[in-house]
């Protein structure tokens, strides 16, 4: 099972992802993975990654992973659930600290979700959708841009569930069956 939660900066989409992630790993068994793409670049960035460790129970493993994703997933197992947050930061630092190409960035994401089904592990993908903003005046952040939303169709389209999370209310998109809302409360 592959879900996509999306939606704006605070919108409650990993709060969501994660009840999300503990009921698939409830259903089904298995180790509970936090797969992390974040990097302490500053302070700012240090306080939140402290913070989501504090709020996260000690269920959880952690695999800080901010380029190497098909790397960390490999310590996952057959029946696992495993939370990639977020695949926003993971594609900034493949362009722009020394992942690879676009087209190479978005091989791995389709080696990843092919991984997962062929191993039986529940994925569940957080990302931010950056798309609703106003358009950028700069060429490198188009590019950037680009390359998200390129992941995120992909994502959408190969995605047993895709939820957009607005105002802290998920807006179930391409539901999968397997949960419904009430096991995520």
Not at 22 to 48: F, I, K
Not at 123 to 140: F, G, I, T
Not at 159 to 166: F, G, H, K, M, P
């Amino acid at each position: 099972m592959i879900a996509f939660v999306s939606g704006g900066a605070r919108s409650g989409k990993s709060r969501h992802a994660e009840a999300l992630a503990c009921a698939l790993h409830a259903a089904r068994g298995g180790r509970r993975w936090y797969l992390a793409t974040a990097r302490a670049s500053d302070d700012e960035m240090a306080v939140r990654i402290a913070r989501h460790r504090r709020e996260r129970d000690d269920g959880w493993h952690t695999l800080e992973a901010p380029l190497a994703l098909a790397a960390a997933l490999a310590e996952a197992g057959e029946g696992d659930s495993v939370l990639l947050d977020c695949l926003t930061l993971w594609a900034s630092q493949w362009l722009y600290a020394g992942g690879g190409s676009e087209a190479e960035g978005e091989a791995l994401l389709a080696r990843l979700m092919e991984t997962a089904r062929g191993r039986d592990i529940a994925l569940v993908v957080v990302s931010n959708d950056l798309n609703e903003e106003l358009p950028p005046a700069d060429a490198e952040t188009w590019r950037y841009l680009a390359f998200l939303q390129r992941l995120h169709v992909r994502l959408a389209r190969e995605a047993d569930r895709v939820i957009e999370v607005v105002a802290g209310l998920p807006i179930d998109w391409k539901p999968a069956g397997e949960l419904d809302e009430e096991t995520l409360e």
